[in-house]
């Protein structure tokens, strides 16, 4: 692995003097199957494709991880991954088999490059950079202390930084595991399938994330021999310092997915970023380089010689004269020559040289799936592009790390969080169902905030004018919208509908209509009345009080669902229906004049 160290203190090392018949130990130091025959390795040797198929041998194991040697029916699996005659052409086809997998020290040693760094750890950063909010299960009241606790909890275990980082190996290596430690003290309680219920309380320590380096995989039978199996080329177990874990107490994120041929290559990996953009991550550095280079020697001076024969055969002088051209001329010089010498000077245009490079580093932007003006940070040349197309299409592929990396993460984690240090604290002792909802990617000034405030509360009046809703449905849908700068407000109950027979105002208004002069009393009022002073006389006696009651009111106002209707004392509509219950009211107010 670290063959490079040896390099540099032995820079020549001695060739053998006779060819050995014993594989590399450190070139086989990632594979995962050992091959043990010499006849096999020798064929191996002579096969040009060795290193991207799978060696001969396979290591079967059964069902408990032990080495099944019984069995021995492995041949058709073996001559799967035998190269037959192709039709391609040999150029063509050796091209597209270098691109196979170049081996996780390769990887690590590419992703040190500025570039590649960024394009790799850029989308994990974005993804998870606004966060989540916990959702619980409907109909399930959580305490706020609770929700509280459960985000401190998210902190103290770094979980936005523990996911930034996972996708960010997994774009380094293909694959990236992530082990949640929840052990209990027994040696092989790793060994077992993950059992949330079996988590006691403040065992859960957190998440660690593998480099694939330090781990190697473990096939049983099934995952070997039976290619319709849900499980057929998924390592049942993977080996740490010479400890197997099952699966499942991983959230292992891959690459995108090679076809199973390739698996053992890849280790059971996905492809990695590093893999797919080195070669033009090298070809934009070294374009960059020229620019520097072409600056400098964009001049070219030409002397013309009367006699090119006598100046070569001369050399010594003539290199005399060549040296002393260049001492003496450069972009700041003066350069002196006879008057009868003939000189030109020819430059070398660099008015889209900007656009040849910034063209190479946007091919390696389309190949990490990120728009060049987030990769590079400046503007896109080259393809006349402004790159909001590009901003909504990588706002696509982030949702998709979210949903399909982040969020596995996120559940595994709530779940061992909630059964170690949550739900013992519960007054019930019984775990919450935890999900997360992901917050928008794009973030509003505050300009558009306001725009999109303002257009809202138009569609709420136009919602009310129809009759759709009214005014506390207007409430509460502003409280629950936390950018409508009125979420603090509080809500208020709707109060129960009264019938107008016993609503105060109407009773008020029709008291007052009955009791009203008449206009003839009026006119026969006498003009200096208001002058003398009035008698108050008591009322008079009421001989017959039911000849001065009122004829009882018949009509009322009813409401049904979001409409208002006049009824009648048997109940029903006579008119309507009306948005709003004033309109109602008028309406009524009408129909007793008439």
């Given at each position: 692995?670290?063959?490079?160290?040896?390099?540099?203190?032995?820079?020549?090392?001695?060739?053998?003097?006779?060819?050995?018949?014993?594989?590399?130990?450190?070139?086989?130091?990632?594979?995962?199957?050992?091959?043990?025959?010499?006849?096999?390795?020798?064929?191996?040797?002579?096969?040009?494709?060795?290193?991207?198929?799978?060696?001969?041998?396979?290591?079967?194991?059964?069902?408990?991880?032990?080495?099944?040697?019984?069995?021995?029916?492995?041949?058709?699996?073996?001559?799967?991954?035998?190269?037959?005659?192709?039709?391609?052409?040999?150029?063509?086809?050796?091209?597209?088999?270098?691109?196979?997998?170049?081996?996780?020290?390769?990887?690590?040693?590419?992703?040190?490059?500025?570039?590649?760094?960024?394009?790799?750890?850029?989308?994990?950063?974005?993804?998870?950079?606004?966060?989540?909010?916990?959702?619980?299960?409907?109909?399930?009241?959580?305490?706020?202390?609770?929700?509280?606790?459960?985000?401190?909890?998210?902190?103290?275990?770094?979980?936005?930084?523990?996911?930034?980082?996972?996708?960010?190996?997994?774009?380094?290596?293909?694959?990236?595991?992530?082990?949640?430690?929840?052990?209990?003290?027994?040696?092989?309680?790793?060994?077992?399938?993950?059992?949330?219920d079996g988590i006691q309380p403040g065992r859960y320590k957190g998440m660690v994330r593998v480099d694939p380096y330090w781990i190697s995989p473990l096939l049983t039978t099934e995952a070997v021999e039976h290619p319709d199996s849900e499980n057929f080329y998924e390592p049942t177990y993977w080996i740490i310092s010479g400890r197997k874990y099952h699966k499942s107490h991983f959230v292992i994120l891959r690459g995108p997915e090679v076809a199973d041929i390739l698996k053992p290559s890849y280790l059971?990996?996905?492809?990695?970023?590093?893999?797919?953009?080195?070669?033009?991550?090298?070809?934009?550095?070294?374009?960059?380089?020229?620019?520097?280079?072409?600056?400098?020697?964009?001049?070219?001076?030409?002397?013309?010689?009367?006699?090119?024969?006598?100046?070569?055969?001369?050399?010594?002088?003539?290199?005399?004269?060549?040296?002393?051209?260049?001492?003496?001329?450069?972009?700041?010089?003066?350069?002196?020559?006879?008057?009868?010498?003939?000189?030109?000077?020819?430059?070398?245009?660099?008015?889209?040289?900007?656009?040849?490079?910034?063209?190479?580093?946007?091919?390696?932007?389309?190949?990490?799936?990120?728009?060049?003006?987030?990769?590079?940070?400046?503007?896109?040349?080259?393809?006349?592009?402004?790159?909001?197309?590009?901003?909504?299409?990588?706002?696509?592929?982030?949702?998709?790390?979210?949903?399909?990396?982040?969020?596995?993460?996120?559940?595994?984690?709530?779940?061992?969080?909630?059964?170690?240090?949550?739900?013992?604290?519960?007054?019930?002792?019984?775990?919450?169902?935890?999900?997360?909802?992901?917050?928008?990617?794009?973030?509003?000034?505050?300009?558009?905030?306001?725009?999109?405030?303002?257009?809202?509360?138009?569609?709420?009046?136009?919602?009310?004018?129809?009759?759709?809703?009214?005014?506390?449905?207007?409430?509460?849908?502003?409280?629950?919208?936390?950018?409508?700068?009125?979420?603090?407000?509080?809500?208020?109950?709707?109060?129960?509908?009264?019938?107008?027979?016993?609503?105060?105002?109407?009773?008020?208004?029709?008291?007052?209509?009955?009791?009203?002069?008449?206009?003839?009393?009026?006119?026969?009022?006498?003009?200096?009345?208001?002058?003398?002073?009035?008698?108050?006389?008591?009322?008079?006696?009421?001989?017959?009080?039911?000849?001065?009651?009122?004829?009882?009111?018949?009509?009322?106002?009813?409401?049904?669902?979001?409409?208002?209707?006049?009824?009648?004392?048997?109940?029903?509509?006579?008119?309507?229906?009306?948005?709003?219950?004033?309109?109602?009211?008028?309406?009524?107010?009408?129909?007793?004049?008439?």
């Open positions: 692995m670290f063959s490079f160290l040896k390099r540099l203190v032995d820079p020549d090392p001695i060739p053998p003097t006779e060819p050995t018949t014993e594989p590399d130990n450190i070139s086989q130091y990632f594979r995962t199957h050992l091959i043990r025959t010499v006849q096999e390795r020798e064929a191996l040797k002579q096969d040009p494709f060795r290193d991207l198929v799978t060696p001969d041998d396979f290591k079967i194991h059964d069902s408990t991880g032990k080495d099944d040697v019984t069995n021995t029916n492995t041949q058709p699996a073996k001559q799967a991954f035998r190269i037959g005659r192709q039709i391609l052409p040999d150029n063509l086809f050796f091209w597209y088999v270098t691109q196979s997998f170049i081996g996780y020290q390769a990887c690590a040693f590419v992703a040190q490059h500025w570039l590649v760094d960024r394009a790799c750890s850029l989308k994990g950063r974005d993804a998870v950079r606004n966060g989540f909010e916990l959702v619980f299960d409907e109909g399930i009241e959580v305490d706020p202390i609770t929700i509280k606790l459960i985000e401190r909890h998210n902190k103290k275990f770094h979980l936005k930084k523990k996911m930034e980082i996972a996708d960010k190996f997994k774009n380094v290596f293909g694959i990236s595991h992530i082990l949640f430690l929840t052990g209990t003290g027994d040696p092989e309680y790793y060994e077992k399938p993950f059992n949330a059971y990996g996905g492809l990695p970023l590093t893999q797919r953009i080195l070669e033009r991550v090298y070809a934009a550095e070294r374009t960059a380089n020229e620019a520097p280079q072409l600056a400098l020697s964009k001049r070219l001076v030409i002397r013309y010689l009367a006699n090119l024969e006598q100046a070569i055969a001369n050399q010594g002088k003539f290199e005399e004269a060549m040296c002393a051209l260049a001492e003496w001329r450069d972009n700041f010089g003066v350069f002196v020559d006879d008057i009868n010498n003939k000189v030109e000077q020819q430059d070398t245009s660099l008015s889209d040289l900007d656009t040849v490079i910034m063209t190479q580093y946007q091919i390696v932007a389309g190949q990490a799936g990120i728009p060049a003006t987030k990769l590079m940070g400046t503007s896109p040349k080259g393809f006349q592009a402004t790159g909001e197309h590009e901003i909504d299409t990588y706002h696509e592929e982030l949702e998709s790390i979210q949903e399909n990396d982040m969020t596995p993460i996120a559940d595994r984690h709530h779940v061992c969080l909630m059964r170690s240090h949550i739900a013992p604290f519960l007054p019930d002792k019984k775990p919450l169902t935890i999900d997360i909802k992901w917050r928008p990617l794009s973030v509003m000034t505050e300009k558009e905030r306001a725009e999109t405030s303002e257009i809202k509360v138009r569609t709420y009046q136009t919602a009310e004018q129809t009759g759709a809703i009214d005014a506390y449905d207007i409430r509460e849908a502003l409280i629950k919208d936390a950018d409508s700068g009125l979420s603090g407000l509080e809500s208020l109950e709707r109060p129960e509908e009264l019938d107008e027979l016993e609503d105060p105002d109407y009773t008020q208004q029709a008291e007052s209509a009955y009791n009203k002069p008449d206009d003839d009393t009026e006119a026969t009022e006498d003009a200096d009345a208001e002058d003398q002073p009035q008698a108050i006389n008591p009322p008079p006696e009421i001989e017959n009080p039911s000849e001065l009651q009122t004829e009882p009111i018949t009509q009322r106002i009813k409401r049904d669902g979001r409409k208002w209707y006049i009824v009648d004392s048997s109940g029903k509509k006579i008119s309507g229906p009306h948005s709003r219950k004033d309109l109602a009211r008028k309406n009524m107010a009408d129909l007793d004049n008439a």
